[in-house]
């Protein structure tokens, strides 16, 4: 069974890692996008389940950013230089913006004076009393980086999309299954 990355392809290690964590924000996403209609200050179940899979899956989404960071990107058999290069430089904004997101959402509860709680399990203090002004900025910056994961997100499917109409490559294949090692 092949684990680890290849020149060529990923392991199942980073194919797992992708979609599970690709999931767990897109549920954050959606759960952040409804929960915006309801009145600041206002008792708010969709807040704490946000906060709750956001917690208990912290450590999970920054073994996923450190897990792509130390593999490869493997090249498609004759991707060019500028698309390969796009593409890499897109997965790290994305994982800039993913990363920025895990440390201003903390951040921003913490600013307010609140620790973080998942599910009732485990409730994390916050190192800092109550600072506004920090909390503005965690919440502009976690703002900004929703955006930003939108974007970049709607790119890479918009991407793999064209991968498979178009170029008629393994682009999908590669990423549901690890290839035949061609290294």
Same mark, same amino acid.
């Given at each position: ?17 992708? /979609?599970?964590? %690709?999931? #767990?924000? #897109? ?10 209609? #309801? !009145?600041?200050?206002? !008792?708010?179940?969709?807040?704490? &389940?946000?906060?709750?899979?956001? =917690?208990?899956? /912290?450590?999970? #989404? /920054? =073994? $996923?950013?450190?897990? $792509?960071? $130390?593999? %490869? ?12 290069? &796009?593409?890499?430089?897109?997965? +790290? ?12 959402? !903390? ?6 004076? +609140? ?15 109550? &600072? !506004? /002004?920090?909390?503005?900025? %965690? ?34 294949? $590669? ?9």
């Amino acid at each position: 069974m092949q684990w680890s990355d290849t020149k060529t392809g990923y392991g199942w290690v980073s194919i797992l890692l992708h /979609w599970v964590v %690709a999931l #767990i924000i #897109i549920t954050l996403w959606g759960i952040g996008d409804w929960m915006q209609g #309801i !009145p600041e200050g206002e !008792p708010n179940t969709l807040v704490d &389940l946000h906060i709750s899979i956001a =917690a208990s899956t /912290w450590l999970l #989404i /920054w =073994a $996923r950013i450190l897990w $792509r960071i $130390r593999s %490869a990107h493997p090249r498609l058999k004759g991707q060019g230089s500028f698309s390969h290069n &796009l593409a890499k430089c897109l997965h +790290h904004l994305l994982l800039l913006a993913v990363a920025l997101m895990l440390i201003s959402g !903390p951040t921003m509860v913490w600013s307010a004076g +609140h620790p973080v709680e998942a599910f009732g399990l485990f409730s994390i203090s916050s190192p800092f009393g109550e &600072l !506004p /002004w920090l909390n503005g900025v %965690a919440a502009t910056v976690h703002g900004v980086c929703a955006d930003v994961i939108i974007v970049v997100t709607l790119l890479h499917v918009c991407g793999a999309f064209k991968h498979l109409m178009f170029n008629d490559d393994e682009t999908f294949i $590669r990423m549901l299954m690890p290839l035949r090692n061609k290294d």
